[in-house]
């Protein structure tokens, strides 16, 4: 047992003694910007998730995330802020981040990488400048062919009752003139049960 | 579609010079109602923080289904915003409860966590309440659907007519 | 399991005939049993190569494109002032449980330390045969990204993949290659990921969407046999009896069973021939014409 207590503390030691080897201690920002969407269309919902993870040593301080990939007259805003910053994000801890967008027109669009940066550590004034993934190009669908191909067509449906109504309601009219003309006849007992 | 989200503002007696009392806290909420086309839903609260004792510049934590994350700012530091998504097809709807913390709260959340401690003792300065009236997730019956079982509604009726009068 | 069954099957049907032949007449069995030993030995390696048919296949398949890829291994490692990182962020972790059929998904850090820009091109990521790094299980697509990193940046690439089913419960070797090239040209591959990974499958219990399946077909099949119940044993009845009354009343008469009638009432039903109504009354209308 003691000399398993040794051996972790050796052990704790050499990797205090390697880490510090390695020079400064920094924080390591990965960021993943993803697009939370089944289909991309025209005037509805893009959920854009930005997720920055701190892999490094330090604590990373002052992020400011800023997606310049949205611009005013290609989206609205639904929900979010397309900059923000988070004061602190320490070492293996992860943050995230989450806009709405709605675009204004339909075509292809290409999903570019926002912009992350940071002060690597407490005491630095370097800044250091990072990308996020990219989603990469999505297609957006104009609104028309999404409704068309997604709606419930209740319209639809009802104009075709309505046409269907006089095929249907011209025999049950006649049909229904000669029952109850012929329904006191005793045999109708039969066809009036209920 | 942006919901005006009620506010419950906790106050808390805090002693130090730095922290936030009497925090206000006006917010606005954004969630995802249309969940036909996207697989997550997005839980987006914007709001804006004064405190009575004219403190400025706070970082605040806030507690999520994700944990205790740190909350975004404008660059300016004026507006905050907490969000988190959700999978589509688990996401709650109702009333989602946001603590937010200052950094003495967040201390003492951390300290309480790590001594296996009841975390519910540590007071948020603030509580918004954002408000999810459940995303739509396409109609119930499919209008076919409906339309196959009118036409076999008709045809059944028409049927035992006929046979009626046949027999 | 299995295959491990299988095999031994397969041993046993090659050893049994071989320990019959060569042992021959002679019932000494030590030496005839180490022979076997050594054979079964043998066997065993050749199933294991057989059993890796797939990978084999694929291997010779890109034989000549694996050796390139493995020379350009060897030359081209990292550009030392690139520095990468790789994290995986679904399932969180190290890396080193992967769920089967699920949706793996690894970030990617690519920082510039040196100089010049950076290009890079492209991430692939292989099933390698835990054994043998130079086996190729499964190969997953390459996402081409085509991004720059100026200096002293730094850049995150994502990739996702799904490992199949069938490897769950088998360690695997799971190779992630960033390939790269600086401004200069040269271009680099460099493995972010290289170890042995073991897919594990993810035990779900029962969720509730194939837990109502499981019952929704159920109880359609119940339906199912209620309504065939109920349809054949009324179309049943109604055949049988209309078949009764139509039978006896008219074409068959032959299958009438008289013996239950009087002998007088049976004499005369054979002296006036028998008619059906109908045809009676066609009579009467001829013979009225």
Not at chain 2, 32 to 44: G, L, R
Not at chain 2, 91 to 116: C, F, M, T
Not at chain 3, 171 to 180: C, K, R
Request: hydrophobic share 40%.
């Amino acid at each position: 047992m003691k000399v398993l207590s040794y051996l972790i503390l050796a052990l704790a030691f050499v990797g205090c003694v390697l880490s510090e080897g390695e020079g400064e201690e920094r924080a390591r920002l990965l960021a993943a910007k993803r697009v939370h969407n089944l289909y991309l269309v025209e005037g509805r919902d893009i959920v854009v998730q930005y997720s920055v993870h701190n892999v490094g040593q330090a604590a990373a301080i002052n992020v400011q995330l800023t997606d310049a990939g949205f611009s005013t007259e290609d989206f609205d805003i639904a929900g979010g802020q397309l900059q923000v910053k988070f004061d602190r994000i320490a070492p293996n801890a992860n943050v995230s981040h989450t806009v709405v967008v709605k675009p204004k027109k339909y075509g292809y669009f290409n999903f570019t990488a926002a912009e992350v940066s940071y002060q690597p550590s407490e005491d630095s004034a370097e800044i250091q400048i990072g990308y996020t993934s990219e989603p990469g190009e999505g297609g957006i669908i104009a609104f028309r062919d999404y409704d068309r191909k997604f709606s419930p067509h209740v319209f639809d449906w009802l104009i075709f009752a309505l046409l269907m109504i006089p095929a249907l309601l011209v025999p049950y009219m006649m049909w229904y003139n000669i029952k109850s003309k012929y329904a006191t006849v005793p045999r109708g007992k039969k066809g009036r049960s209920d | 579609m942006k919901v005006l989200i009620a506010v419950f503002i906790t106050l808390v007696a805090v002693v130090h010079g730095e922290s936030c009392t009497g925090a206000q806290v006006e917010a606005v909420g954004f969630t995802s109602q249309d969940a036909t086309i996207v697989t997550k839903i997005a839980y987006i609260a914007d709001f804006t923080l004064s405190c009575s004792n004219g403190a400025k510049d706070i970082s605040l934590y806030a507690e999520t289904v994700d944990g205790i994350v740190g909350v975004a700012r404008s660059v300016d530091g004026l507006k905050y915003q907490v969000s988190w998504v959700e999978d589509a097809a688990t996401a709650v709807s109702g009333e989602r409860p946001i603590k937010l913390y200052d950094d003495q709260g967040y201390a003492a959340l951390r300290k309480a966590q790590r001594g296996n401690e009841d975390t519910s003792t540590v007071q948020p300065i603030a509580t918004i309440n954002l408000y999810h009236p459940g995303a739509y997730r396409g109609p119930w019956v499919q209008s076919e659907t409906m339309a196959i079982i009118a036409a076999i509604f008709v045809y059944y009726y028409a049927l035992t007519q006929k046979t009626r009068l046949m027999a | 399991m299995f295959p491990g069954m299988k095999k031994l099957l397969l041993l046993l049907l090659l050893v049994l005939p071989l320990i019959i032949t060569t042992s021959g007449g002679k019932m000494t069995a030590w030496a005839q049993e180490d022979e076997v030993e050594g054979e079964e030995d043998d066997l065993s390696d050749d199933e294991v190569n057989v059993d890796d048919g797939t990978g084999a296949e694929i291997d010779t398949a890109e034989g000549g494109e694996e050796e390139e890829e493995e020379e350009e291994e060897a030359t081209a490692k990292g550009s030392p002032d690139a520095d990468t990182v790789i994290l995986f962020t679904k399932p969180v972790g190290s890396g080193t449980e992967l769920p089967a059929g699920k949706l793996v998904e690894f970030l990617v850090g690519f920082t510039n330390n040196g100089d010049k820009d950076f290009i890079l091109d492209a991430i692939d990521a292989s099933f390698r045969y835990p054994m043998d790094f130079n086996f190729y299980i499964q190969n997953f697509t390459a996402i081409p990204y085509n991004r720059a990193v100026k200096p002293r940046q730094e850049a995150t690439v994502m990739y996702s993949f799904y490992p199949a089913e069938a490897f769950a419960a088998r360690p695997l070797g799971l190779t992630v290659n960033l390939a790269y090239h600086d401004a200069d040209g040269n271009a680099f591959l460099e493995a972010v990921f290289n170890q042995t990974v073991s897919i594990v499958e993810l035990d779900e219990g029962m969720d509730g969407e194939t837990f109502f399946l499981y019952v929704f077909m159920l109880a359609f099949s119940v339906l199912l046999l209620v309504a065939g119940h109920h349809f054949l044993s009324s179309f049943g009845h109604r055949k049988g009896g209309k078949k009764v009354v139509v039978e006896m009343g008219t074409t068959k008469r032959d299958d009438v069973d008289y013996d239950w009638l009087p002998k007088e009432v049976l004499n005369e039903i054979k002296k006036t021939p028998r008619q059906s109504p109908r045809q009676r009354k066609v009579n009467r209308d001829a013979s009225s014409k």
